[in-house]
Antibody, heavy 119, light 110 residues
C-alpha cells in the first residue's frame, strides 16, 4: 500500500518561503506512471490543485501560483518538495501531497499538514 | 473559483439515497470519462471513492456509485449511514492546468 507523508514547518512568516516535503513509501516514485502532486485546502474552503512534478523533473503548476512556485523531486530519497515564495495570509491552508494517475485521478493522499502564515 | 459546480450542501436520513451533482463544460466533464469523486472527513486524508466516472477502487462500498450525462456527473450514495457524513469533491480531467476540483458538497446525515 502506497503511503505519503508531508513534513515541514507549521508556521511561516509573511513574505518568506513555504517549504514542504512529501515522502513516499510502499511504492516506487519513478515507475513512469504517476504525477506527484500538491493540493491545498484553505480554512473553510475547498480543495485547490497546486501543481505536480514528474519523476523526470517536468512540472505543471496552477497558473494562479506559477510565479511564486517551484517543485523538485529526489527519486533516491523517494521525496518530492514544494517551495512557495513571498507567502501571505491567503496561503494559510492544509497542504496535502498526493499521487495522480495522469487523468486527474488522485489515488493516494497524505494526511495533510497545516501551514499558517503569520508574523 | 472552481471550474466544476457542486451544491454546497445536501442532507438525508439514514437508509435513504442522496445524489450530488457536479456540473462542468464540454471541455472537461463532457469531453472525457475521467471524473473522480473524493470523500473527505475533516482532519483526515481525502479518499478516492469513484474514478473514471463509474469505477470503485478496491475496498470502497458498493453503496457509492457514479454516473455522467452530458456535462454533469453525479455521485449517488445509497443506504445512507452516519459515517457517510463528510465533504465530497468531484474532479475532472480537462487537459488544462487549472484546478480540476469542484467546490465541494457537505453531506449531513440527519
Amino acid at each position: 500500500q502506497v503511503q505519503l507523508q508531508e513534513s515541514g514547518p507549521g508556521l511561516v512568516k509573511p513574505s518568506q518561503t513555504l517549504s514542504l516535503t512529501c515522502t513516499v513509501s510502499g511504492g516506487s516514485i519513478n515507475s513512469g506512471d504517476y504525477f506527484w502532486s500538491w493540493v491545498r485546502q484553505p480554512p473553510g474552503k475547498g480543495l485547490e490543485w497546486i501543481g505536480y512534478i514528474f519523476e523526470t523533473g517536468d512540472t505543471s503548476y496552477n497558473p494562479s501560483l506559477r510565479s511564486r512556485l517551484s517543485m523538485s523531486v529526489d527519486t533516491s530519497k523517494k521525496q518530492f518538495s514544494l517551495n512557495l515564495k513571498s507567502v501571505t495570509a491567503a496561503d494559510t491552508a492544509v497542504y496535502f501531497c498526493a499521487r495522480e494517475t495522469g487523468t486527474n485521478t488522485f489515488d493516494f493522499w497524505g494526511q495533510g499538514v497545516l501551514v499558517t502564515v503569520s508574523s | 473559483q472552481s471550474a466544476l459546480t457542486q451544491p454546497a450542501s445536501v442532507s438525508g436520513s439514514p437508509g435513504q439515497s442522496i445524489t450530488i451533482s457536479c456540473t462542468g463544460t464540454s471541455s472537461d466533464v463532457g469531453a472525457y470519462d475521467f471524473v473522480s469523486w473524493y470523500q473527505h472527513h475533516p482532519g483526515k486524508a481525502p479518499k478516492l471513492i469513484i474514478f473514471d466516472v463509474t469505477k470503485r477502487p478496491s475496498g470502497v462500498s458498493n453503496r457509492f456509485s457514479g454516473s455522467k450525462s452530458g456535462n454533469t456527473a453525479s455521485l449517488t450514495i445509497s443506504g445512507l449511514q452516519a459515517e457517510d457524513e463528510a465533504d465530497y469533491y468531484c474532479c475532472s480531467y480537462a487537459n488544462s492546468d487549472s484546478s480540476p476540483f469542484g467546490g465541494g458538497t457537505r453531506l449531513t446525515v440527519l
